[in-house]
């Protein structure tokens, strides 16, 4: 069936700094690591929209922007701090309350590994204590 609509789109993915090959820095250090944020990314999603329309003959407003579970969050929170960049956003249970210091993220993997032998929990815990030494001491 026609209805006469004429659809002409792209779909474009960015990749969120830090992640995959978007490493701005050599090294992980934590004066390098503060850029790794969600307001730096949403000016990233900002800028790159504004050069790719740049490289169009005829820009586009016509931006539609979507996102699940954190990306969910991060395109509301882009069509309200960017709202002329795009023309919606679509978050899909994108969350709503996020919570700052959540310290029960891991609680189901350590009371898993409590259930385990040979102190499993304990150990990723010393490793995980290693790990964020290493990082904010070097």
């Known amino acids: 069936m026609d209805f006469g609509i004429q659809y002409n789109a792209t779909l474009l993915t960015l990749e969120h ?6 490493q701005p820095f050599g090294t992980w250090t934590p004066e390098n ?48 701090m960017y709202p002329d960049h795009v023309k919606a956003a679509w978050s899909s249970s994108g969350v709503i309350d996020p919570i700052q210091k959540f310290t029960d993220f891991d609680l189901d993997i350590y009371l898993s590994t409590a259930k385990s032998f040979n102190n499993c929990s304990e150990r990723i ?4 204590t290693d790990i964020e030494r290493i990082i904010t001491q070097g």
């Open 125 to 128: 815990a010393m490793w995980t």
């Open 33 to 80: 690591l503060k850029y790794l944020n969600t307001t730096e990314a949403l000016a990233d999603t900002a800028e790159f929209i504004s050069w790719y329309n740049s490289t169009l003959t005829k820009p586009t407003e016509n931006w539609l922007i979507i996102g699940g579970s954190y990306p969910g969050a991060f395109v509301a929170w882009f069509k309200h």
């Open 17 to 22: 700094r830090y992640y995959g090959d978007s």
